[in-house]
């Protein structure tokens, strides 16, 4: 990983901590741990998934909409893949 | 109105649509009916301010971020307001 | 209202604050306001009706499913009503 | 798996399929993928993730505050962790 950025090594050990939530629900599920239980360990996976979204969200739209240096053709193509990912996305 | 752009004009039919829904959810529990009825027609509402809300993301991603007459400095600007208002939106 | 409960009561008053705010948004569209307030404005509505939907699952859920002095046939329909409004919601 | 309900196995099924997603994203991250493939990846998995709390909403709502079998403790104590988990969802 030493050729990722900051940014890229931060993302990657979000996305482990989640497949280690994964895996813990996968556990709960197969010793038939109470529903409750099951519920909680989905709700927590799904709120981290949101953070995941969120800072993918900041970075695309820093990196490929807002960045000073990108030319209009590149800006409106960036701006068009978030819409294209979020389109439609509050509803 | 006349001075409004289309777009704008869209915008009021729509929050216009809005609050007609909030007044039909009024007279809902006012006359007493039935709890499923009141849900539904709040899961509308709610359905028809995330369209909203996906045309003003939309509008304000074209107009202060993507645009390719913006200042670099008012473009980062419209950056900072979408992820102020929607920062951590996803989580 | 003097006939309606107290809790349908709190219901139509958190009703008619939704109701001011969609009045609010509709006149900031109409003044011409900045993007970023309508959107702000957008967003506090939609967390205002989040609260509104929050309460209505939780009347609906205690007392058209949970109260202890329900038929089974109207639980089972309580809970297929709340299926049936939130049926997929999370996805 | 043997003595797992046919919904047990096909939660673990689809918890599986979504270990799966999140392998992919983390290979999508580590080979310096386009962000907008991440980004499509992602939101992959929060509708993966929506389904699976979909499932288990319905299961727990079902089984714990719905059958007809179940005490009126049972039956309350099924409510209130469905509402601790999902409280304030909507807003």
Known sequence: MSH?????????AR???IAGQVAAI???VLAN????????L??????A?????????EEHLLAHVAAPELSP????AGA???????GRHFR
Chains 1, 2, 3, 4 share one sequence.
Do not use: W, Y
Request: hydrophobic share 45%; net charge negative.
């Open 73 to 76: 053709a590149e800006r409106a």
């Open 26 to 28: 996968e556990r709960s």
């Open 4 to 12: 990722l950025s900051n940014d890229s090594q931060k993302l990657v």
């Open 33 to 40: 741990a109470p529903c409750s239980e099951t519920l909680h």
């Open 49 to 57: 998934v949101g953070g995941l979204m969120d800072e993918l969200f």
């Open 15 to 17: 996305i482990r901590r």
């Open 80 to 86: 068009d893949e978030l819409l294209t990912v979020l």
């Open 42 to 47: 989905a709700a927590a996976i799904r709120g």
